[in-house]
């Protein structure tokens, strides 16, 4: 599914506007609108680590939330707004929606979607699951509403590990889906049984260890962070691997002056914020050989930006980009989300 995705990305990215072409200026009437807007219709902005810096400083400045998926979702639940902004991919959005169905969830532009989702379409997964009756099925949360509701568990990779050794010490053989490198990385890790779909996220996938070392050798005194959804080659290598919460604290915590980070490079404006005495390098992709635009970041994250997001916030109807979630499929959903937020809330207490 990598070749299609990319393909989707392609076609979009050829009909947005980027962000780029405003000047400081306009930039700046922008913010200042989108704050006041905010105000009014009683919004809160929710954006994930891999959004582009402005993005993320704008929902810091207005009370917002920016953070890893997991707290994306206990924030939106736990906000009192009568309406969320979330500036990710809709996955995020969609979740928000179950998790709050009396609030109206918008997102600057539906289009952005993620590799890992349009490779696990829910006929196909249903069908999977059908042929392996005796497994737990544990979806990553970049998953379509449809194929959580097919889950018994949700998982983010901040809590991967440990959900699925709990399992696994009740004796439970696990069916996981849909990124195949987090998933092989989780069964290493656990020692279970653990079957996984063949799905991959276009940006991790395309960390290499070749360029890895070479780039270690140039900086031998860097640390290595790695994200669990880039290729066993390239965790093989790492110093920490970990969520994007978890590579965060690593950087603040370790003694490393120098880091080389293997996960989008939207995750550098939190690192540097929380670290600014520290470097950080973005770890080698395929480089001029890459086929895509997606290397080391995102173009779905990259496509909320500030014209898409204020064209929201100033239409009653947010220009057609509201999320909605049939009610059957949200109950289903809210049960496999639910024992997610749970079970991270145990691990932290």
């Not at 306009?26 to 402005?54: C, F, G, M, N």
């Not at 939330?65 to 309406?83: I, N, Q, W, Y």
């Not at 919460?245 to 690593?250: F, T």
Request: charged share 25%; glycine share 6%.
């Amino acid at each position: 599914m990598t070749a299609e995705a990319q393909a989707r990305v392609q076609a979009h990215l050829a009909k947005v506007e980027p962000d780029d072409t405003l000047s400081d200026e306009q930039r700046a009437s922008y913010r200042d609108r989108i704050k006041a807007l905010l105000r009014q219709r009683d919004a809160v902005l929710v954006a994930h680590y891999y959004t582009d810096p402005e993005i993320q400083s704008l929902a810091e400045e207005t009370g917002g939330c920016v953070s890893d998926s997991l707290e994306m979702a206990r924030f939106g639940k736990d906000h009192p707004a009568s309406t969320l902004i979330v500036a990710g991919v809709k996955f995020m959005g969609e979740t928000a929606k179950i998790l709050s169905p009396e609030k109206r969830v918008f997102m600057p532009t539906l289009e952005a979607t993620c590799s890992l989702d349009i490779g696990c379409p829910e006929d196909e997964f249903s069908a999977f699951c059908d042929q392996h009756p005796d497994r737990t099925v544990v979806v990553y949360a970049n998953t379509s509403a449809a194929v959580k509701a097919r889950a018994d568990w949700v998982v983010t990779s901040s809590i991967a590990v440990e959900l699925i050794e709990h399992l696994d010490s009740n004796g439970e053989k696990i069916l996981w889906a849909p990124d195949k490198h987090l998933g092989g990385y989780v069964r290493d890790k656990s020692g279970a049984d653990v079957l996984c779909w063949d799905g991959a996220c276009i940006v991790h996938e395309e960390f290499k260890a070749k360029g890895l070392h070479d780039l270690k050798a140039a900086y031998p005194d860097a640390a290595i962070l790695v994200h669990p959804e880039s290729p066993a080659s390239v965790v093989a290598m790492a110093d920490v691997v970990g969520s994007t919460s978890q590579l965060i604290k690593a950087a603040c915590e370790m003694e490393s002056d120098a880091f080389i980070v293997a996960t989008d490079k939207g995750i550098f404006y939190k690192m540097q914020q929380l670290a600014p005495g520290k470097t950080f390098l973005e770890a080698p992709t395929a480089g001029s050989g890459a086929t895509c635009r997606s290397c080391a970041h995102c173009p779905w994250m990259a496509m909320n930006g500030l014209q898409n997001m204020l064209a929201v916030l100033e239409d009653e109807n947010g220009m057609g980009q509201e999320i909605f979630v049939d009610e059957a499929l949200a109950e289903k959903a809210m049960v496999p989300l639910n024992r997610m937020l749970d079970f991270g809330q145990s691990l932290k207490g």
